[in-house]
């Protein structure tokens, strides 16, 4: 195997795993926001 | 049977032609409008300065690959004892460049370092003068409402590209300038190499914007682009804010214009066009959602991959359609710039809100705030009419005006 087929598979690999890593975080991030949001009704719903 | 599979792919043999090429083209592609694009995110999405010179941004990147980094290795070059033609006057600039290009090559061959510390030297002063170039448009632009900041920097990235025709020592005017190839000491197919690195330097400025937007100094940004005027009212410095941001998005910006020189070994200002570097990565922007990452990565790869492949299946899409294909790629901007903007005003993505540990946000922009002053008290310093004041509706907060 070349070094070229080496890169060609190290340089996909990259561009796959950059929009995988931010969707990912996306998600996670989104999740955290509900999650706190969530929180925040229960706290608010015991208080009153 | 996958474990065969994945093998076989792994151990064939990619010969960088046919689709191969088009793969390596677009992932190059791809990763210049994510620095681009992702930096327009910064200024644009969470700032809310509508910059519409990103195409001044990337010349700078350009313009220093072809007036600093090449005639620095042209002067060490003649230093080690390289014997390149003249280079000095103007003429000697623009007419010996491909030969000395071609002698300096084969001189680079066999300096992988050198190559190597050129390009982070390059990365480096393009930082730099991608900074200062920032803080240069913004001395008398950061200070006008958005409309006119727009108007104001598309006229200084045209004014750029006519200082690149123009002026011969900066890339070789109208006729433009070779670029000594910084990958010639790697034998296979060096265009790889930089899709790899351009992916790889659009993967640390995500890291470097979101660290930033995820700090006390990213929540300003967004404070600021909601409201200049409260921000302001509270001591803040707002126009040397949206200069600090304009200088860093600009020095990240200017980087992708050095990669394509050095993608291409060829710099000329007519590759900086306006359209390409500035009206594209907004359509990118507006397209995948303003204001989060994610939405910037999809309308990224989205755009890159239908421009590329209609360029490069230019001949064949002519057959199919009745008019001249020449103009596809912009009747295309066009009718998606409308249609997103008429279907989908928010993005593909739209932005979410701030994930503020313990503050219910979302209520907090949910709720109506009414403000009632007609029940004000009107004695001075009178504690008792404050409540009156503010008659919030929904929740426990309207017994209060009541």
Redesign the interface.
Known sequence: MDMDTILFWVMIAIWVIMPAFIVYEEIRERKALAESEAATEELQVANE | MIQEIALG????????EGT?RL??DI?MY?GLF?IVAMALNFQYGNAGIPNMGCAVQVIIGGFTVSAITTRLIFTLAGNAGVEILPWTSDYDWVYNSPVNVNIVNSWLSGKPLFCISMLLFTIAINLVLGAVIGWLISLPAIRLRATYLMIVLITMADASQIFGRNITWISGGTLGLFIPDIFKW????RT??M??IT??I??IS?FIF?TMLNSPYGRLMRAIRENEVTVGSVGKNVTGIRRNILMFASGITAISGALIGFYFSYVVEANYQRALWTYWPWLMLILGGPG???GT??GC?LVTALRRIIIVNKWFLQEVFFFPIAYFEQILLGVLLIAVIIFRPNGI?PE??L?????????LVDEEVVVDWRSASKSRGASSGISGIFRTLGG?KEEAGD
């Open positions: 792919l792994l151990t064939s043999s990619v010969a960088v191969s793969i390596v992932a791809f994510v790697y034998s296979g197919d790889i190499v899709a790899i992916l790889l659009g993967l995500f979101r989060n990452n994610a990565f999809l790869a993505i979410k809100l994930y503020i540990p313990g503050v219910n946000y979302r209520k426990k």
